[in-house]
Each structure stands twice: as structure tokens, then as C-alpha cells.
Nanobody, 124 residues
Framework: QVQLVESGGGLVQTGASLTLSCTAS????????MGWFRHAPGKGREFVAT????????YYAGSVKGRFTISRDNTNNTVYLQMNSLKPEDTALYYC?????????????????WGQGTQVTVSS
């Protein structure tokens, strides 16, 4: 079955960097969008970034554009989220997700598969 497994979260200070990884298995994701969402306490699930696997086309939320970079490794079926200049407001549980349908890349309802999440905490 399809599995998305995240790793790389942790506790860092403001201004630090972290790289999250999401390893996908169970099917070919070449025609999928592979994305990252986050969920902070008291807030709804928020779109962070996504990439169309086949072409490498990327989309970012305005709050992370210029600081975060999504990328992929075809060999290992892994998607990365490089996070630089982290801020306390980036603190959240980060989820990897995949979708093959729909037109709204930032709409979590269109994503079919989800990982278990990895916690990122940024201290001030």
C-alpha cells in the first residue's frame, strides 16, 4: 500500500535551518503532486509547498517563499523541504502529502495520501 514517511523534524533556534524528508512507496508518483502542509496548535492545516513530480514545477505559500525549498530525489522516491531562516511561527507538525487530481495545489482536501507528520519547533 501507499506509504509516506517523514523525518527530519526537531527543535531549533530562530534563524536556523532544517531539512525534512518524505520517502514515498507503494506506487509510482510520477504524475502526482507531492506537497508539504503544516498544522500548528489552534490553527487549521496550512499549505506550505508542493511539487509536480514529473516536471519539478513548484508552488509555495507566501509565508515561506524565499525561505523554504521543495525538491525531489527520483532515485530514492524522496521529497525534501529545505527550511532556512526559521521563525517561531514556523512551529508546527509538518505533513507530507500526495495527490493526483484536482486543480487547487494548496487545498488539503485534494490530497489522497498523508504521512504521519514530523514536529518542527522553533524557539525564540
Amino acid at each position: 500500500q501507499v506509504q509516506l514517511v517523514e523525518s527530519g523534524g526537531g527543535l531549533v533556534q530562530t534563524g536556523a535551518s532544517l531539512t525534512l524528508s518524505c520517502t514515498a512507496s507503494g506506487r509510482s508518483f510520477s504524475s502526482y503532486y507531492m506537497g508539504w502542509f503544516r498544522h500548528a496548535p489552534g490553527k487549521g492545516r496550512e499549505f506550505v509547498a508542493t511539487m509536480f513530480w514529473n516536471t519539478g514545477t513548484t508552488y509555495y505559500a507566501g509565508s515561506v517563499k524565499g525561505r523554504f525549498t521543495i525538491s525531489r530525489d527520483n532515485t530514492n522516491n524522496t521529497v525534501y523541504l529545505q527550511m532556512n531562516s526559521l521563525k517561531p511561527e514556523d512551529t508546527a507538525l509538518y505533513y507530507c502529502a500526495a495527490k493526483s487530481r484536482g486543480i487547487y495545489v494548496g487545498d488539503s482536501r485534494e490530497y489522497d495520501y498523508w504521512g504521519q507528520g514530523t514536529q518542527v519547533t522553533v524557539s525564540s
